[in-house]
């Protein structure tokens, strides 16, 4: 079979991992597979990039082309191309301006001339992150069989990948209480956009799937089931090969953990200013933790910036993030202890590889992390923003 995977990048978070890992995955069964992406970084030979711009007016196509050129180098610069662009597409910066959803991205039309032979499936991971059109799914799911995974609540709500707290989007949406949430809009227009989504999903052919069934659930009761042919819970796969039981001291030799202290791990894309993780609980815990214990403990924040601090018996060490799948299994492997915090997820790959490696897991029960651990027996359930109860926790495990 030749299949194709759509995704935001062929680098980020974990949704964006599960569909290259899966990419990958199918190729080693023997199979086509190529990773269709807004934004490549790699360069592996399956990963092609849309380029929306290639379809946009001749004005609005030079003017975006500079403006990613100038992005890295001359930041001013690339503003004012961006401003450019925008006289060329007046609509669009006008429906932004009130509110909308951007969906102009022309290059997710032409998504099936993208790959050769024609693909027998396409399957779609996250949508939203500036590179792909919603519209065109009605006319895609009509030419082929498409498979839609959930990774986060925005194909059912007007703007927002999570509802913190919100469950306006079971009526429609509307009054939004954050329209600065991820993806943001510069207007409350919710109601609308929701209701434009519902008309795509009415004239759309899905087969979905969620690594949750709390999101699963959600999906059944949204305006998504308009377009739902058949749908699966289909937790993530974990590479057992790779996240393993390791030897503990080996593995602290190679990342140059001290052997005899207590290792406490949080890992996180953005770790500390990630605005749907909760950096805030691990850290207030961490800190309980110092101010109760005299035992020496190294804490590893992955996904930050480099750095580090002292608080009392605790060494901090900040770490950038980490890419390669082995470095991060012996991060694992050399911890004693997984902290998760978050204000909203879905069904976390970290909270998997960290179990898959053996080490407990303490984490806050939203989304579908409560799937994913069996209170009291690999791990602990905390409420969210629990930084008191996750450090009660974590002391109970390092007494144990």
């Known amino acids: 079979m030749n299949l194709v995977f759509v995704s935001t990048a062929d680098r980020a978070g974990g949704a964006e991992k599960a569909a290259s890992d899966l990419c990958r995955g199918v190729r080693k069964l023997g199979h086509k597979s190529s990773l269709v992406v807004g934004r490549r970084s790699a360069g592996d030979e399956h ?15 030079t003017w975006r082309r500079s403006q990613k050129i100038l992005q890295a180098r001359h930041p001013r610069l690339a503003r004012g191309a961006g401003w450019m662009a925008n006289l060329g597409e007046l609509k669009r910066w006008h429906s932004l301006k009130i509110g909308c959803e951007d ?14 032979p024609r693909p027998d499936i396409v399957h779609l991971h996250n949508l939203h992150g500036g590179y792909f059109d919603l519209r065109a799914l009605s ?20 703007h927002c990948s999570y509802a913190i707290n919100c469950n306006r989007w079971e009526s429609g949406c509307g009054n939004c209480p954050d329209p600065g949430i991820y993806p943001a809009i510069q207007r409350d227009r919710t109601r609308q956009n929701l209701a434009e989504k519902q008309a795509i999903y009415r004239n759309s052919r899905l087969f ?14 949204s305006v998504l089931g308009d377009a739902v042919i058949e749908s699966r819970v289909i937790p993530y796969g974990i590479d057992h090969e790779i996240f393993m039981r ?69 060494t901090i060490r900040h770490l950038n993030h980490q890419h390669d799948p082995g470095d991060v299994a012996r991060l694992y492997q050399a911890s004693d202890l997984f902290l998760h915090a978050a204000r909203a997820d879905n069904f976390p790959l970290t ?14 029960a939203v989304g579908g992390i409560a ?22 926790r974590a002391l109970q495990l390092m007494a144990d």
């Not at 991205?105 to 050769?116: F, I, K, M, R």
Request: with cysteine; charged share 25%.
């Open 47 to 61: 990963v092609i990039e849309i380029d929306n711009d290639q379809h946009r007016n001749g004005w609005a196509r």
């Open 246 to 314: 390791g030897d503990r001291n080996e593995a602290r030799r190679l990342t140059g953990i001290p052997r005899d202290d207590f290792v406490i791990l949080y890992l996180a894309n953005k770790a500390r200013t990630n605005p749907l993780k909760d950096f805030r609980t691990i850290d207030d815990a961490v800190r309980i933790i110092a101010s109760h214990s005299q035992r020496r403990i190294t804490f590893l924040v992955v996904g930050g910036d480099s750095g580090g601090e002292q608080v009392g018996t605790v």
């Open 139 to 158: 006319t895609l799911s009509h030419e082929i069989p498409v498979v839609m995974t959930l990774h986060d609540e925005w194909m059912l709500t007007g």
């Open 351 to 364: 909270v998997l590889e960290a179990l898959s490696c053996g080490v407990p897991v303490i984490a806050t």
């Open 208 to 221: 979905l799937s969620s690594p949750s069934r709390w999101l699963m659930d959600e999906a059944r009761r």
């Open 103 to 116: 969906f102009d991205y022309p290059g997710s039309h032409h998504l099936l001339s993208l790959v050769s």
């Open 371 to 392: 799937e994913q651990i069996i209170d009291g027996c690999d791990g602990f359930l905390v409420p969210p923003a629990g930084s008191r109860e996750m450090a009660e």
